[in-house]
């Protein structure tokens, strides 16, 4: 079967300086069961769109969204409509699964839910057959447009059995043209942890939290070095020292054997770091590790459920400076009930801990998360936004935000969030504003697609 993989990206700013590693995984075990397949990513070609050869001899379509791409999604289906009406188009990634009826409601034929590969597999055997309503893990409308959802399937146990993405149907020459330099990896998969701004959207896609062998990771590792050699590796785990002090001391090990000097980042938690697993995460070549500080307010962070307090901040980022590693400061302004005052502590933390960079997020309600039931629980949900309120890390950039604020103004935001940017001049997200000529104290922002 010929089968073509939309990614709908529209530009390669913020947080879209990486692959679409999901999308790849789909085509890597595509591919080994002997489909011909293709990824197209429309952000990566000059005219940012798909195009009729794409899909001309294609069996299948299947486009990948988060909430925030949807719109791009919906506009790639409606030029296949246009082009083919007849073709069968799959929805997958975080909004088929949090967002199912929209998805459908669009037009897709159906949504895959959760994680794909073993679903993907088995619709693809089953469309031969006229039998695709049959999977497991997807979700479709019937004649009468009553949504119908059939059981999950089960996860992935062992993701060493995986296929490595399939990086070769990628087109890395444009990535890097187009401004990608951050080359992604994952060692598990799923977060065993409830912060409000992430789960249970989490929990609802990937489960359980599973790990790979840290073998397994470093032979990719050495693959992605012999082929690419990217200037940096980032490991896009939500949590990657919960892998836990065993695992990284056996992928030292693995690397040495494989002659991996490959340099990496990762993003991780301030209170699961501790001199032993720092030591051995920089031994295995880690530069920097970014961490989720949210906020110097102890009442945002219970509100988050973050489960951390301001001290494990602190510590954290002392202990990474005596190693050498780079921290970085991922923080969240504009929890629904955050006053001035509050701002203001996360600003003195951030002057305290010093960060070797900061991305300043503004709060976003988004499709399935705890936050977006608090939200519109308190009547605090802004009404008729498009999708690209959805992005949040644009949203920082933009100075755009999709909850009404109680105790602070709009503007009062804004001007924190440039505070912070001055604390360290030159920040990847300021330098991002000036390059696309965004203006930082608008409170507006245009959309993107």
């Known amino acids: 079967m010929q089968i073509t993989l939309v990614d709908p990206l529209l530009d390669y700013r913020a947080h879209c300086v990486s692959e679409t590693l999901g999308l790849m995984y789909v085509a890597a075990v595509l591919r080994d069961a002997g489909h011909d397949v293709r990824i197209i990513a429309t952000g990566l070609r000059a005219e940012k769109s798909l195009e009729p050869q794409d899909i001309a001899d294609a069996d299948l379509v299947g486009i990948t969204a988060t909430s925030a791409l949807f719109g791009n ?38 949504a895959i839910l959760g994680e794909a590969e073993i679903t993907i597999l088995e619709f693809v055997d089953n469309m031969g057959r006229g039998e695709a309503k049959q999977t497991q893990g997807v979700a479709f409308l019937d004649a009468q447009g009553k949504m119908h959802k059939n059981p999950a399937s089960p996860l992935v146990e062992d993701l060493d059995t995986l296929p490595f993405p399939a990086r070769d149907l990628y087109d890395y020459e444009a990535f890097r043209a187009a401004g990608g330099w951050e080359f992604g990896i994952m060692s598990s998969r799923g977060c065993p942890f409830r912060c409000t701004f992430c789960q249970p959207t989490l929990n609802m896609i990937f489960g359980r939290m599973r790990k790979r062998g ?42 040495n054997e494989r002659g991996v000097t490959q340099r990496w980042k990762c993003n991780t938690r301030v209170d699961k770091v501790g001199p032993k697993i720092l030591d ?50 991922n923080v969240i302004l504009g929890a629904p009930m955050e006053t001035a005052e509050e701002m203001e502590q996360t600003y003195q933390l951030l002057a305290q801990i010093k960060p070797d960079h900061f991305w300043v997020f503004f709060a976003t309600a988004l499709p399935g998360k705890a936050l977006t039931q608090y939200v519109v629980e308190h009547n605090l949900l802004k009404r008729n936004l498009g999708y690209h309120y959805y992005d949040t890390a644009m949203n920082g950039v933009y100075g755009a935000a999709n909850i009404e604020l109680e105790s602070i103004t709009f503007e009062q935001m804004v001007t924190m969030r440039n505070r912070i940017l001055g604390l360290k001049p030159g920040t990847s997200q300021e330098e991002l504003a000036i390059h696309h000529q965004i203006p930082q104290h608008s409170p507006d922002r245009a959309p993107r697609g």
């Open 214 to 255: 840290p073998e397994n990771v470093a032979e990719e590792m050495a693959q992605i070095q012999a082929r690419y050699a990217p200037e940096i590796l980032y490991f896009k785990d939500d949590t990657l020292s919960a892998n836990g002090l065993e695992w990284f001391s056996r992928f030292q090990v693995a690397l």
């Open 73 to 110: 999604a919906k506009t790639v289906l409606e030029k296949i409509r246009t082009w083919r009406p007849e073709l069968t188009v799959i929805l997958g990634g975080a909004h088929a699964t949090v967002s199912t009826e929209s998805a459908l409601a669009a037009g897709f034929d159906f």
């Open 280 to 329: 051995a995460m920089a031994g295995a070549g880690c530069e920097e590790v970014v961490f989720g500080v949210e906020s110097g307010s102890q009442r945002i962070l219970d509100f988050y459920q973050k489960d951390i307090v301001v001290e494990d901040t602190i510590k954290a980022f002392a202990q990474c400076r005596e190693r050498g590693i780079r921290a970085g400061a």
